[in-house]
């Protein structure tokens, strides 16, 4: 980890009071100074001080003369050559040019005490952060938000803007232009901050305008360009690179570019050996004769019943490694000793390049994009207290009003990459880049700038990944995704090779029932009343001015009830309450532990149903089935892309079924987890969602999907799908979507079996 702040004077000489504070603050922020090397540097008019800390061996900070240049992150250039030659120039234009010309992810700050001028850039993504304040007699700039603030103030107390933080309990971190912190605010993205004397000016990099032409070959030579030399960085280490891989897209094209510039690299999986994502990186890894690990998930016992987490000592771990700037929700490592032999990459910020929140969108237009920004952004409305609510919406406005000049489909792309992408991920990075080297090859800053310029309607269907990957390693691009296609070619082609196409077919298999347990949602006496006692506390007045009080205590009468919105709300909420307190900025270790559940592993029941039994019902026109004892076969005449639906237990989808008529739709008490399982076959290509929908006595409370994809003729012995339930289920019933991908088409289940597991 790199860390920098820089004082500013606008008067006086500073004092050598302030170099002894800001190592005191660096040992209060890190925890411990033995693991960071404190450097200093200062004017010789002493109206300029830089202070600089590092746990990591790489040299960030450069001398000459009466200027000085530190860094943040990572460039495409041999650091000490180009950071020489900047130091070197005396033509500021020519300093600016030269910098534009760089790549990678960083922070630079260069200082000139002879002009008493300073220059400081950031990136479009903004994952290495700029933060700066204002005071009468000094500006204050660095590269750690909390720094900042504490030498701005000259104290070790931080003063809060409590209105801040609505931001923070809608979303987990702030996604805006500030910090939680009372007058410190972050550069804005692609931005240079000047100071010349006494005046500090902010002023954009150069502009980026939308391509609206075709893409033609030379812009995807340029954008495949960019993102190979996001990858140069790595060149400076000599050991084996280590990059994860899974069923997906993003770190497909990771390993492509690894490959494709023959870097020394591995790769791992974390998972079961049935689980799609293990198999497709087996796959892969076999076809590029790389090395690769699966890591297999450990489990606990088989008598063991619960485990213990620390949900405070989780959430001062959290403030620490992210300086108070992200929830303990999150998984985020703490701050640790620097390992120099493990080079890690991280797939953060592929989204970059399917379209970022548009993928969420059904109507691209405005209508869309402002549901969605209200939806995605302030969706706690009747939790957080209407003033503070409006302070926070304030700055969404601004993204409203854009929508009737610009393409909202554009804005919502810049949103994301200027916004949710590198302010989430920004705060992440403490953590990370404390223990060892982190690289983030879609956050390089001319990557970006090529994405920028693609229209954004133009990310949404998979091609422009699908042309980098054609370029990379074609052989790639026909390897199978976990439960997804190629978006442009979701549908069966009419013209075209229909053998390629069924063999990019989404590869689903039996789910282990073992996956990866969110201990984080569950509903759980014990976690509720170490919430509710730290957020209410009266030693913690300033989190009530945040919320409205009466309706965030109805949350915690009814328990988290597997809602992730509402659950994230509440550990936001929490992380809040613990920042406000200080608690996590004291030398002292603080705990709370509670006792959680494990996961349901006792098989209460297991029923091989008569499916004619379960009182059948369509909803929508086109289908005809018939149900029998041991299969059910569903025909459908219909027109292209029609959602049509099959469920069972007679009612209708809101309303509970009848047990009297259906006793076989009765969950047992404290059975947490339904598994279906069953053959199928069809008729024509079809992709089928399985909806499991758990109701108490009176309405649906759970509702989720599954999807299977099956090509022509196929049959599919023992597909299982598993679903965990809240507690509070009663009875459940089962419904099967089918999409018209034909005229007709035709699809048979036999051997229907369902699984109760406490």
């Known amino acids: 980890m790199q860390t920098y702040a820089a004082v500013i004077s606008k008067k006086e000489k500073i004092s050598n009071e302030v170099a002894t504070l800001a190592q005191d603050i660096m040992s209060l ?9 404190f450097s200093s540097w200062k004017s010789e008019n002493e109206l300029v001080h830089l202070y600089h800390w590092t746990n990591e ?14 860094m943040s992150g990572y460039i495409s250039e041999q650091e000490d050559d180009f950071i020489s030659k900047l130091l070197a120039q005396s033509n500021i234009e020519k300093q600016f040019n030269m910098v534009e010309e760089i790549s990678g992810l960083y922070t630079l700050l260069m200082l000139d005490s002879l002009k008493m001028e300073v220059h400081y850039w950031n990136t479009i993504t903004r994952v290495e952060q700029a933060y700066y304040a204002e005071t009468e007699d000094h500006f204050v700039i660095g590269n750690r938000a909390l720094i900042v603030h504490l030498l701005a103030l000259q104290t070790l107390e931080p003063k809060y803007n409590v209105n801040r933080m609505a931001s923070f309990l809608s979303t987990s971190y702030y996604n805006d232009d500030y910090t939680p912190y009372e007058n410190v605010n972050i550069l804005p993205p692609d931005s240079i901050l000047s100071i010349k004397h006494t005046t500090l000016k902010i002023n954009p990099r150069k502009q980026i305008e939308v391509v609206t032409e075709n893409l033609n070959e030379q812009f995807y030579d340029d954008l495949v360009d960019a993102f190979i030399k996001s990858f140069t960085p790595l060149k400076k280490h000599d050991i084996k690179l280590n990059s994860g891989l899974t069923g997906g897209k993003d770190s497909r094209l990771i390993v492509a570019a690894l490959k494709y510039t023959d870097a020394n690299f591995k790769t791992h999986t974390t998972g079961f050996d ?18 690769h690990e699966v890591n297999r998930p450990k489990t606990d016992s088989q008598d063991a019943t619960y485990m213990t987490q620390d949900i405070l000592g989780r959430t001062i771990n959290m403030l620490r490694s992210s300086d108070g700037m992200l929830s303990a929700y999150e998984n985020v490592p703490a ?27 059904n109507k691209h237009n405005v209508e869309g994009y402002e549901q969605l920004l209200f939806n995605k952004l302030s969706p706690f409305k009747d939790y957080i207290n209407p003033d503070v609510y409006k302070y ?13 000049e610009h393409n909202p489909v554009d804005l919502m792309q810049k949103y994301y990459i200027f916004y949710r992408s590198g302010k989430w991920s920004s705060a992440a990075r403490l953590g990370y880049t404390s223990s060892n080297y982190l690289y983030q090859p879609f956050f390089d800053q001319k990557l970006n700038r090529n994405i920028l310029q693609i229209p954004a309607e133009k990310l949404l269907n998979d091609e422009i990944i699908y042309n980098i990957l054609l370029r990379l390693n074609p052989q790639l691009v026909d390897v199978p995704f976990f439960a997804d296609r190629w978006k442009f070619e979701s549908k069966q082609p009419i013209d075209g090779d229909l053998k390629q196409w069924k063999r990019r077919a989404p590869l689903l298999t039996k789910q282990h029932t073992k996956s990866s347990f969110n201990w984080r949602r569950t509903t759980l006496k014990d976690m509720n009343e170490a919430m509710y006692e730290e957020i209410f506390s009266t030693r913690n007045r300033a989190v009530l001015d945040l919320i409205q009080v009466d309706n965030v205590k109805k949350l915690f009468e009814t328990g988290q009830s597997n809602n992730r919105e509402i659950d994230l709300f509440i550990w936001n909420l929490y992380t809040t309450a613990i920042t406000l307190s200080n608690d996590w900025l004291s030398k002292g270790e603080r705990s709370r532990e509670v006792k959680i559940q494990l996961p349901p592993q006792t098989l209460v029941n297991s029923s091989k149903l008569s499916l004619s039994s379960l009182g059948w019902k369509a909803n929508g026109k086109g289908q005809v ?12 005449t219909t027109q292209l892309n029609t959602n049509m639906y099959l469920y069972t237990f007679n009612g209708d989808f809101k309303t509970p079924p009848n047990i009297e008529q259906f006793p076989m739709s009765k969950v047992e008490d404290k059975v947490r987890l339904v598994q279906l399982s069953f053959d199928l076959s069809c008729k024509d290509n079809q992709t089928l969602s399985v909806f499991l929908m758990g109701y108490n006595d009176k309405e649906r409370i759970f509702n989720e999907s599954q999807k299977v994809y099956i090509s022509n003729k196929e049959i599919k ?3 299982t799908l598993s679903y ?18 034909n005229e007709k088409g035709k699809w048979k289940i036999k051997n229907f079996k369902v699984n109760f597991y406490k």
């Open 29 to 37: 922020t890190s925890f411990g100074k033995d693991k960071f090397n």
């Open 57 to 70: 061996p790489r040299k960030f900070l450069w001398k000459n003369g009466h200027r000085v240049v530190a």
């Open 274 to 291: 049935e689980h799609p994502d293990v198999i497709i990186a087996k796959r892969i890894a076999k076809q590029l004769n790389i090395e």
């Open 335 to 361: 701050i640790a000793n620097f390992n120099p032999n493990v080079v890690t990459l991280g797939g953060n910020g592929g989204e970059h390049l399917r379209g970022g929140f548009n993928r969420n969108v």
């Open 392 to 404: 926070y919406h304030e700055h969404l406005q601004y993204w409203f009003n854009q929508s009737n």
């Open 625 to 636: 089935f018939v149900a029998k004892k041991n299969k059910l076969v569903c025909k459908y």
């Open 717 to 719: 012995k023992n597909i």
């Open 724 to 741: 965990e339930i809240p507690i509070q289920v009663s009875t459940y019933k089962i419904a099967i979507k089918t999409i018209g991908n």
